[in-house]
């Protein structure tokens, strides 16, 4: 099968079953990652650096990156298409049959259903992200020191975010720039 063809059937598959937003994409793209080799762990975490500092919906950012990883400009539209194109075709659908679909029990019993499966996926990705960006198994590996466990300029950051969204209310985009800036500064690099 050729590059271009898994690469639509992988992210219309993601784009089908990611439930949830853009970070239910996670999970489909760690087996992605995992299945095919095209990216590694350490380049998801670039693409949800990248996808959360740029306009748009994080998921289609997050396909284009890995797209235009996996196969140039062409993969990066690829991407992006087939993992829009099933929202796209049930957006059509449920418009088509929006009336017979209002009110009706089961439908709202399963949309209730998706709700918990959403948080799971979405928990899930938040797991791999702090796995990715917090810790450091390896250098925890090599030298069975807890204090080889974490990355603690990554942990103090991300403490020093916390307590000032909470503190501020300041906008998210504040502290993505400075995210930036500090990791920048002081080169942050992921394992």
């Known amino acids: 099968m050729s590059t271009l063809l898994r690469l639509f059937l992988e992210f219309f598959k993601t784009g089908l079953f990611s439930v949830g937003g853009g970070l239910a994409t996670l999970p489909f793209l760690y087996e992605i990652s995992d299945s095919t080799g095209w990216f590694t762990h350490a380049d998801i975490a ?3 650096a990248v996808s959360e500092s740029t306009p748009g919906a994080i998921g289609i950012n ?21 993992l829009a194109l099933p929202s796209f075709i049930v957006i059509l659908i449920v418009a088509h049959f929006l009336n017979k679909f209002k009110g009706n029990r089961y439908v709202d019993a399963a ?14 990705a938040g797991v791999n992200v702090v ?3 917090l810790i450091n198994i390896p250098a925890f590996e090599a030298s069975r020191s807890v204090a080889d466990l974490f990355i603690w300029e990554a942990m103090l950051l991300a403490v020093v975010i ?4 909470r503190r501020f209310k300041l906008h998210p985009i504040l502290f993505i720039a400075a995210s930036a800036v500090v990791g920048i500064v002081f080169r942050f690099a992921g394992v």
């Open 162 to 165: 916390f307590v000032l969204r």
């Open 131 to 133: 796995k990715i960006a």
């Open 62 to 82: 997050m396909s284009t990156y890995a797209g235009y990883q996996t196969a140039g400009i062409v993969g990066s539209i690829i991407a992006s298409i087939s």
């Open 46 to 48: 670039d693409m949800i």
């Open 111 to 124: 949309f209730y259903g998706l709700r918990p499966a959403s948080i799971a996926m979405i928990t899930a």
